[in-house]
């Protein structure tokens, strides 16, 4: 199973990114995103189950989306109202077998 997250980029504050994470060797299943800030630990930032039920950190709530396309065997999130405190690189998760993607890097300037 792999994951490969891609999407990120630099963006002023305020702006919007979307980021995928398309999956490869397994259907998608339930899926997470997560991020780390530098200095900081990962900290989960959303979740969608197969069913489509969404859950969120409160940090991002309003603001993120989590969506799924199960066609494209993909995963996205789409983040608006981008704040300096949302610099981190994000990572895709598959919570079942644990697999985790290599990140992409998302930089919010003030």
């Known amino acids: 199973v792999q994951l490969q997250a891609s999407g990120g980029g630099l963006v002023q504050a305020g702006g919007s990114l979307r980021l995928s994470c398309a999956v490869s060797g397994s259907i998608i299943d339930v899926m997470n995103w997560y991020r780390q800030a530098p200095g900081k630990e990962r900290e989960f930032v959303a979740a969608?189950?197969?069913?489509?039920?969404?859950n969120y950190a409160d940090s991002v709530k309003g603001r993120f989306t989590i969506s799924r396309d199960n066609a494209k065997n993909t995963v996205y999130l789409q983040m608006s109202s981008l704040k300096p405190e949302d610099t981190a690189v994000y990572y895709c998760?598959?919570?079942?077998?644990?697999?985790w993607g290599k990140g992409t890097q998302v930089t919010v300037s003030s």
């Open positions: 969608i189950t197969n069913g489509g039920s969404t």
């Open positions: 998760r598959r919570p079942i077998g644990n697999y």
